[in-house]
C-alpha cells in the first residue's frame, strides 16, 4: 500500500478538455473509500466485505484506490490485505507542519 494519491485540481478534469480522454472518465484517477466503511473493519466481516468489493469494482475500471481511517496498523495490514492501493490516517502518518515535511523532502526523494 502506498501512501500518495494525486488528484487533478478542481475544475481540471471537465469532459473535452485537454487533460481528458472527452469524457468524465478521463477525469476519475481513482475511488476513495470513506473511513465510515474502513474503521470497522476488524470487527464486522459485512464491512470488509464492502471495503473489498469497492476496491474490486475500481480496479475492474481501472482506478487506484485510497481507503480513508487507517488509524492502526491492525487496519492498514487488513486493507492491505484486501488490496487497497492507498492508505490515508494516522498508521501512514500523523499530521505535521508542512514546512517540516518540505525540509525532509530532499531525504524522501535521494531514497
Do not use: N, W
Amino acid at each position: 500500500m502506498r501512501t500518495g494519491f494525486p488528484f487533478h485540481p478542481r475544475g481540471a478534469c471537465a469532459p473535452g478538455t485537454p487533460e481528458t480522454d472527452g469524457t468524465l472518465r478521463g477525469c476519475i484517477q481513482g475511488c476513495k473509500i470513506d473511513g465510515s466503511f474502513v474503521r470497522d473493519i476488524l470487527k464486522d466481516p459485512g464491512a470488509a466485505s464492502l471495503v473489498y468489493a469497492i476496491v474490486q469494482l475500481a480496479h475492474g475500471m481501472s482506478l487506484a484506490t485510497v481507503a480513508e481511517y487507517v488509524e492502526t496498523e491492525e487496519i492498514r495490514a487488513l486493507v492491505a490485505s484486501l488490496a487497497a492501493d492507498y492508505g490515508q490516517g494516522f498508521a501512514i502518518g500523523k499530521p505535521r507542519p508542512l514546512v517540516d515535511v518540505l525540509a525532509e523532502l530532499p531525504q524522501l526523494v535521494a531514497t
